[in-house]
Nanobody
Framework: QVQLVESGGGSVQAGGSLRLACVAS????????MAWFRQAPGKEREGVAA???????TYADSVKGRFTISQDNAKNTLYLQMNNLLPEDTAMYYC????????????????????WGQGTQVTVSS
């Protein structure tokens, strides 16, 4: 079973940057997509960015132009570079893996992901 462990969260001021990392271990699960989700208190979990195994990417409109998802296969690591952070980006961020190709769908839904990490907190102050 694949295990996902996130890191890189923290507290920053608005306009700052953070890079999240998600290390995958265990190889009994073959994923076709990986993604970052976030959930703020009292809100539903939101798909932020996804990357399919062919390299295609999908982003939520709220983060386009500010966030970049990437993957280093040699390190089994998924990244989320977050620039120009806003207070509304404050949330717990989760890494997820799934078998559905996301780019053809055009949206990122938690229903399409089977494996989840424990999350890393991002707090952006104004």
């Amino acid at each position: 079973q694949v295990q996902l462990v996130e890191s890189g969260g923290g507290s920053v001021q608005a306009g700052g940057s953070l890079r999240l990392a998600c290390v995958a271990s265990g190889y009994s699960y073959s994923s076709n997509s990986m993604a970052w989700f976030r959930q703020a208190p009292g809100k539903e979990r939101e798909g932020v960015a996804a990357r399919d195994s062919d390299g295609s990417t999908t982003y939520a409109d709220s983060v386009k132009g500010r966030f970049t998802i990437s993957q280093d296969n040699a390190k089994n690591t998924l990244y989320l570079q977050m620039n120009n952070l806003l207070p509304e980006d404050t949330a717990m961020y989760y890494c997820a893996a799934g078998r559905t190709y996301i780019q053809p769908l055009g949206y990122i839904d938690s229903f399409d992901f089977d494996i989840w990490g424990q999350g890393t907190q991002v707090t952006v102050s104004s």
